[in-house]
């Protein structure tokens, strides 16, 4: 059964500092895997995914992710956080019909 | 990408009330689906609209429940059925673009339940 594992249910960056943000998941063959973003009262916007080839992936806002298949996981970064980046990330898998991870929701303080 | 937009955006029911929600998208699209989360939750997907036939629910999920309409290829509706508290959610629809391998997603109708 496909399934993903957000382990960090919120976690506090400083404003400027990086930040790096855990994903793991399940599933039997090459994932397709994804983040993306929920604003307060927004809906969810994608920041980046992975299907196959280079497993760093760049994607909008300044954010990357890589895929480590020996460690099944596709974690999320950024090198220099914004106060305006605080909001409630989500991992994805699979191909239209997705399975979300529970979420980590992202504080930046000043 | 897909421009999609609901309605109603936010409602407060009363149980045992039903309430329907709309999905238009701005281009003809062959996938559809209904998500729910739940306060504080991940996304749960409740079933995918198919145009010209009946929806296909998920495991927990049923049509007697939350009925789905697919008329075209643009537009679908979710009804939440009989409600409870416990259906008090963000019921967002997303569209599938297999051209670009990717979903995009509504805004989310927020609904509580008293």
């Known amino acids: 059964a496909q399934s993903v594992t957000q382990p960090d249910i919120h976690i506090t960056v400083s404003e400027g500092a990086s930040l790096e943000l855990r994903c793991n998941y399940s599933?039997?063959?090459?994932?397709?895997l994804f983040w993306y973003v929920q604003s307060p009262g927004q809906g969810l916007q994608l920041l980046l995914k992975?299907?196959?080839?280079?497993?760093l992936v760049q994607g909008i806002k300044g954010f990357e992710a890589e895929f480590k298949r020996s460690q099944s996981s596709f974690n999320l970064r950024k090198p220099s956080v914004h106060w305006s980046d605080a909001a409630e990330y989500f991992c994805?898998?699979?191909?239209?019909?997705?399975?979300f991870g529970t979420g980590t929701r992202l504080l930046v303080s000043p | 990408s897909a421009v999609i937009s609901q309605k109603p955006s936010r409602d407060i029911c009363q149980r045992g009330t039903s309430l329907t929600i709309q999905c238009q998208v701005d281009?003809?699209?062959?996938?559809m689906f209904w998500y729910r989360q739940q306060p504080g939750q991940s996304l749960t997907l409740i079933a995918t609209?198919?145009?010209?036939?009946?929806?296909?629910?998920e495991s927990g999920f049923v049509i007697d429940k939350f009925p789905i309409s697919r008329p075209n290829l643009t537009f679908s509706t979710l009804t939440v059925s009989n409600m409870s508290p416990e259906d008090s959610s963000i019921y967002l629809c997303?569209?599938?673009?297999?051209?670009?391998?990717?979903?995009?997603f509504g805004p989310g109708t927020r609904l509580t339940v008293l």
């Open positions: 994805a898998l699979g191909f239209q019909k997705l399975v």
């Open positions: 599933y039997g063959a090459t994932p397709y």
């Open positions: 281009s003809q699209v062959t996938m």
């Open positions: 992975y299907f196959s080839g280079d497993t």
């Open positions: 997303s569209v599938g673009s297999s051209e670009l391998n990717e979903q995009f």
């Open positions: 609209a198919n145009q010209g036939s009946e929806a296909t629910y």
